[in-house]
Structure formats: structure tokens, C-alpha cells
């Protein structure tokens, strides 16, 4: 049933994009097999931000390549293409096939990646955001609510907290995924964390109420001063690439900053 959900309710996509990352182009391959995106003159001097992107659950595996194709990488691509790179390191890390980004085992090798590249690229240690769709929707809510102040902003895509009903658990789930109420106990551990989340309005594999119960209960509590929600109109499920091009939206989370 664990792997029933994972595969196929929290799917990531049904299509790739066709362009293959070049080291040329701001791509490289990291030591770990995840991907790394640099804008065009990049130079560890301009200690640029640091996002960390999380794919969908049909990206994971041993293929770290899938992890370009959807959601933010083809967005970097049109980005270089209209003249304006995203000014930031990117992190694609890939989650192994049969887990979860929010277990354990997952969330360790997202937080050593994360480490990592913040030395390898000297990126800004005040801002360092997390994003991603689908299961990286899941997982961008619960790794930072597993880490507070780790990062300075999260961009949680089409995710949630709890799974369908009838759907189990994961065995690893984090502690508040198991309280009486588990979305205000994750928006206790969020705290002040700015927060921009994004779903589709008719998205019939993770409920738009999923962010919706999260976002009220952290507006309830009052901590964070940066907390957005938008939703797309007919858009089901694959509501990445609206959101990832939402005007305002990468001006907003660069100025978000936390204490190193």
C-alpha cells in the first residue's frame, strides 16, 4: 500500500522534457549523482542563494537525469533561453527508489547534499530555500518542519501533509504527521518560516485541501509574516510550471533571509 501511494497517487509527471543538462549551459553532475544548475558567469565570489529542488515521485530512482526534466529545470532552461537566468545555485538531488523525501533516510541525504554544495559553492548561508512538486510539495513541508531555521523560505508545490484517505503512513513519518492535529502541529514546527505555496484547484491526485489546511493553520498561529497561497484554475495536477513562472514569486523569495 506504502509503495501503491507513493507511485501512483504522488506521481511527478508523465512527460520529460528533451533538453540534456551541459556543463557548458550552468549543468554539472556532483560526486553524490545530483545535478547542479549555475547561472551563466557564475563565480562563488557573488555567494548567490542556494534552492533545493525536490522532484516527484516519478523521478526517483537511479537515473539522476530525470530529475532536470520536470518542474524547475525545464524553468531554468526558458529562463537562459528569454535572457533572464534565475540568479541562484540549484540542487537537484534524486530520492532512491521506494522512499519518500520525508524519510529519514532521504531527508539526511537532502540535508547533506544541501551542506555540501553550500561549501562547495559558497552560496549566501541567509538564504537557502526548498522547493518542489508533488512528493517534493510533501517533502518541502516536512523537511523544513523536521529542521527549523534550516532554510530561509520554502515553495511547496501540489503537496500536503497527510496522505489520502485509506492511504497509510510512511513508517518513518515525522512525529506531527501523527498528532491528534497534524497540521497544526506542523505549522508549530514551520514557526515563522515564509512560506508560498501553489495547487491546483481540480487536482485530483493530492487534494488542494491538503495545502489549505496547512496554510490556515499557520495563519492561525500567527508566527510567520510570509505566508502566501495561490491556487490555479484547470490545471489538475501539474501545477509546476504556473507556479514556477508566477511574476513575483523568485523577487519575493530571494528577500527572504534567516540567521546563518
Known sequence: MRSLWLGLVLLGACAHSSFVPQKEHGWSQRSDGSYIYTPPGFSPAQHLPLIVYLHGADERGNQPLKVTQVGLGPTLERLVAAGTPLQAVVLFPQCPNGRFWAETVAMKQVLDALDSAQTEYQTDPTRVYLTGNSMGGYGSWIIAGRNPGKVAAIVPICGGLMPPPGMPLPKDAASFARAADPYTA??????????????????????????????????????????????FPKTGHWSWDKAYAEPGLWPWLFAQTRKP
Do not use: C, N, Q
Open 186 to 231: 506542523l505549522a508549530e514546527a514551520l514557526g515563522p518560516t515564509p512560506v508560498w505555496a501553489f495547487h491546483g484547484a481540480d487536482d485530483w491526485v493530492v487534494s488542494p485541501k491538503e495545502d489549505r489546511k496547512i496554510i490556515a493553520a499557520m495563519k492561525l498561529r500567527g508566527e510567520s509574516k510570509e505566508i502566501h497561497y495561490t491556487e
